[in-house]
């Protein structure tokens, strides 16, 4: 089977040609496993991350055919083109930095006391928002998040050029920091006043993007849109509530 891997050194990407040898003709391999013999065979200093094999822990993603997979869970086909997630910067190769995602609401809902009171229930769509892996692949294509870019137009987003540096930090949000939002907002342990810090953070963050948005999608199948954007709109005020 063979596949095109996209490397990616000091910024200069180059194409690499791998043809996967299947342990037999019932073989339907991952991406993941692809990147594994690749690596073995033909490229040993190709960069990549995994971790669980198990569509657990979310830093596998990479994009196949220009689309973010989790490259442990997603089959491989003749003929993809497996890359670097293009919403994020290149560190090496396949491996994308993650940091200024992950550490964007650090510091900026503290301060609320918490009650330790664990008889309180968490809602049913609190615990459906705790099965996010943290893959990133819901930044695809989101409109806040091409506000970080210099120039991009919504909904493309694909020129790494023009990628902010992580280390200072991403201005405008992404689905992945509503969904924590969303999520602190509807922990029972959270107080009144940290539920509203999060909808001005989230609104801080450029929540507006979403009202015309068709919607986000989830790698793991999260209902992004029902159970984080719709909510997140109304409470703001930005979107009447459903009525159907
Ligand atoms: S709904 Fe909002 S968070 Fe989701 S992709 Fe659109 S702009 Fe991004
Ligand atoms: S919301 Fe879904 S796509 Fe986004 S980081 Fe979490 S698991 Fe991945
Ligand atoms: S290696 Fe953990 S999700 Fe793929």
Not at 139 to 156: I, T
Request: a neutral charge.
């Amino acid at each position: 089977m063979k596949v095109t891997i996209v490397t990616n050194r000091n910024g200069t990407e180059s194409t690499v040609e791998f043809d996967y040898r299947k342990r037999d003709d019932k073989e339907r391999p991952m991406v993941l496993d692809v990147l594994l013999q690749a690596q073995l065979d033909s490229i040993p200093d190709l960069a990549f991350r995994y971790g669980c094999r198990a569509r657990n822990c979310g830093v596998c993603t990479v994009d196949i055919n220009g689309k973010p997979r989790i490259a442990c869970r997603a089959r491989a086909r003749e003929g993809d083109r497996i890359s670097a997630v293009a919403t994020l910067p290149v560190a090496s190769d396949l491996v994308v930095r993650r940091d200024g995602i992950a550490r964007q609401l650090h510091g900026k809902l503290g301060g609320h006391p918490r009650h330790n009171d664990l008889n309180v229930e968490a809602p049913d769509d609190y615990h459906a928002l705790t099965a996010c892996i943290e893959c990133y692949a819901c930044l695809d294509k989101c409109p806040m998040h091409a506000r970080n870019f210099n120039g991009s137009v919504p909904g493309e987003v694909n020129d790494k050029t023009t990628l902010p540096d992580p280390a200072e930090g991403y201005r405008w949000g992404n689905p992945f920091s509503l969904l924590k939002l969303q999520r602190y907002r509807l922990d029972p342990l959270n107080t009144e006043s940290g539920h509203q810090a999060a909808i001005k953070l989230a609104e801080s963050l450029g929540l507006d993007a979403c009202v015309e948005c068709p919607g986000c999608k989830c790698g793991v199948g999260i209902d992004l849109k029902r159970k984080v954007i719709s909510p997140l709109l109304e409470t703001s005020g930005l979107k009447s509530p459903a009525t159907d």
